[in-house]
């Protein structure tokens, strides 16, 4: 794996799928930056990265719709260069097209696209010098609308659609721009969406019998996803691509069964 001397943004790096990414990456040998509002919840993160033998992580305490400015300045003051920018920090919102209010459907875009669109071109010159690439955390939403998730859904579909722009536009730089699109991982974000312990318990358990693999994802599934795209030593030929990771659920569909063999 090529990560040694490489230095990766991680944004929502402070829980679930970007903690684990900045762990995993860091093991491989990256100098990790991770951006989150919880001081707290980086703080643990970075004491995870330190106790695992990595080097420390460059913690940065900063709102990703409105500090992006000062992301960069902050990791290229620190580390001197950028290889790979990871966008993970994504929230989600329960509506539908009946009940969604404005207020909710730019929040939800705020953070999910623009700031994805922000955070990349202020890190545009760093990765045009290290032939870097882009890593954005979408969602099998973007793929597929999940009920009651419509602005979520609206919002990774359009992330989607930014990533294949993106890997077209940065091509001729030299700079390759992928997607993953996760269907249920272990992670906090369902309870910080409203869903009580049980819920989220009942949640995972459907997910055995509806997921062709026959369990919920891990961060583990996800961190693995990350590091092959964001691996320019294995994964050069890969740009513009969405990577379901999601225990077959895409190919599965609506009241998929599994068989007795
Ligand atoms: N878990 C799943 O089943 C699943 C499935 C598909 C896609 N995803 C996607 O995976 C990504 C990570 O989600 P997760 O499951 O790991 O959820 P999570 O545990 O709730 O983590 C979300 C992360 O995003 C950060 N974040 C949110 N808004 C931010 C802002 N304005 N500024 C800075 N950081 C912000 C949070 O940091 P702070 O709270 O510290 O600001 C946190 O670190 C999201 O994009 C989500 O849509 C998750």
Redesign the pocket.
Known sequence: MGFEGKVVIV?????????GAAIHLAKLGAKVAI????EK??AEVAEQIKNSGSSSPLQIV????KDGERIVDETIKQFGRLDVLLN?????VHNTICDMNCADFDRVF???VR?VITLTQLCLPHLEKTKGNIVN?????GLKPIPTLTA?SIS?AALDQLTRCCALDLASKGIRVNAV??????????Q?VGMTDEMVEKLFEQVKSTYPVGRV?K?TD?SAAIAFLADNEIASFFTGINLPVDGGAMVAGVGYKPTEN
């Not at 944004?11 to 903690?19: E, L, N, P, R, V």
């Open positions: 944004t929502g790096g402070s829980s679930g799928i970007g903690a951006v989150g509002r919880n919840g980086l900063a709102d990703v719709t993970n920090a994504g929230i989600s705020d953070t999910n700031s955390v979408s969602s099998i939403a979520y990774k699109n996760p269907a249920v991982i272990q992670t906090p974000i369902f910080k994802g961060v996800t």
